[in-house]
Nanobody, 122 residues
């Protein structure tokens, strides 16, 4: 699966941004999909994931209640809606596919997009 994330940019604290990830290649709907981020000077960390059907969603504690993950298997896309943004949400955001094992661990994901930068300023 090839992935391309888009929608990053600059937002103010308390604002909102939406990210989208388009997938191409082999069967999209059979995969779990995820979003990760890497803040400056930090390791890549789990943000959110969604099951192939969309019925199961998982969030990092730091974003639960503020971020919403979704997917549209007819369009081969997954979105991450980010609300009530905080300065600590500043990071490069990556979409991922083909999980094997624990979804919270980035090393268990086999396909990655190139990332999109989100900057939250006060």
């Amino acid at each position: 699966v090839q992935l391309q994330a888009s929608g990053g940019g600059l937002a103010q604290v308390g604002g909102s941004l939406g990210l989208s990830c388009a997938a191409s290649g082999r069967a999209f709907s059979s995969n779990g999909l995820g979003w990760f981020r890497r803040a400056p000077g930090k390791e890549r960390e789990f943000v959110a994931a969604i099951s192939w059907s969309g019925s199961q969603k998982y969030y990092a504690d730091s974003v639960r209640g503020r971020f919403t993950i979704s997917r549209d298997n007819t369009k081969n896309t997954t979105d991450l809606q980010m609300n009530s943004l905080k300065a600590e949400d500043t990071a490069v955001y990556y979409c991922a596919a083909d999980p094997a094992g624990t979804w919270y661990d980035p090393s268990n994901w086999n396909s990655w997009g190139r990332g999109t930068l989100v900057t939250v300023s006060s």
